[in-house]
């Protein structure tokens, strides 16, 4: 469904087996209108909150606003009773979902300082492992 939505909006699709096993996707009536997904670190205390979208389906605003807002809600409930101590989330400085984030009582980066962006690689098992120096 999110590969749909992203090819949908022209986003590339990353490999499926990169999200993460925590996922919610929020509907109403029967249409799915959102969906957002959860890493948890490996200590436990930090969870990201990561690949929220909401569906290119034709529905009001304002139930895909609920959709996503829910969906964001579940997700930190299963963060604080797994124990975790902060929620993150990478988004556009511009954009929309930074708004409502900020409402929710994220904390934005102050003014000033740079934008970050997200970059990836995909590993390949030919690749020679990383080194450490001594």
């Known amino acids: 469904m999110l590969v749909r939505w992203w090819t949908y909006r022209g986003i590339a699709p990353l490999p499926l087996e990169i ?4 996922g919610v996707v929020s509907v109403y009536g029967k249409l799915p209108l959102a969906m957002s997904f959860l890493y948890l670190d490996v200590g436990g205390t930090i969870a990201m909150i990561e690949w929220t979208s909401t569906s290119p389906a034709d529905a009001p605003q ?5 959709a996503l807002l829910a969906c964001w809600g579940e997700l930190e409930r299963i963060a604080r009773d797994k124990g975790c101590k902060l929620v ?11 708004r409502l984030m900020e409402k929710r009582g994220y ?5 000033g ?15 020679a492992p990383c ?3 001594q």
Do not use: C, N, W
């Open 107 to 111: 904390l934005v980066q102050k003014k």
């Open 19 to 22: 999200f993460p096993a925590t």
């Open 131 to 133: 080194q450490q120096s």
């Open 88 to 98: 993150l989330s990478m988004v556009d400085p511009t954009g929309s979902e930074r």
């Open 113 to 127: 300082d740079k934008d970050h962006i997200m970059v990836a690689k995909t590993l390949r098992y030919e690749e």
């Open 62 to 66: 304002k139930h895909k606003l609920k």
